[in-house]
């Protein structure tokens, strides 16, 4: 059974940084395209970012462009994003999305909060 947790939101100031972790389970990560998406208070979830099987390609909502980076340890089954210079609209449930066939699996969610 696929399982994907989450781990590494937190409160930080507008400018800073953080790095969040998805540990995959039940999978062999270097077979999938990984993703996170993101849901604020109020809104539909949306799509932040993913990556490709290997790593060498990766595709990344405007709004994070430049900001964030996505990478990968297919050996250690997991994903990370990296997040720099936060801003208070980064504030959302941040989650670790993978598509197998026609199911998507997620994780729990990690909460990111950015204050102004």
């Known amino acids: 059974q696929v399982q994907l947790v989450e781990s590494g939101g937190g409160l930080v100031q507008a400018g800073g940084s953080l790095r969040l972790s998805c540990a995959a389970s039940?999978?062999?990560?270097?077979?999938?395209?990984m993703g996170w998406f993101r849901q604020a208070p109020g809104k539909v979830r949306e799509f932040v970012t993913s990556?490709?099987?290997?790593?060498?390609?990766?595709s990344y909502v405007d709004s994070v462009k430049g900001r964030f980076t996505i990478s990968r340890d297919n050996a250690k089954n997991t994903v990370y994003l990296q997040m720099n210079s936060l801003e208070p609209e980064d504030t959302a449930v941040y989650y670790c999305?993978?598509?197998?066939?026609?199911?998507?699996?997620w994780g729990q969610g990690t909460q990111v909060t950015v204050s102004s």
């Open positions: 039940g999978l062999i990560l270097s077979t999938a395209r």
């Open positions: 999305n993978v598509r197998i066939g026609a199911t998507d699996y």
């Open positions: 990556i490709s099987r290997s790593g060498g390609s990766t």
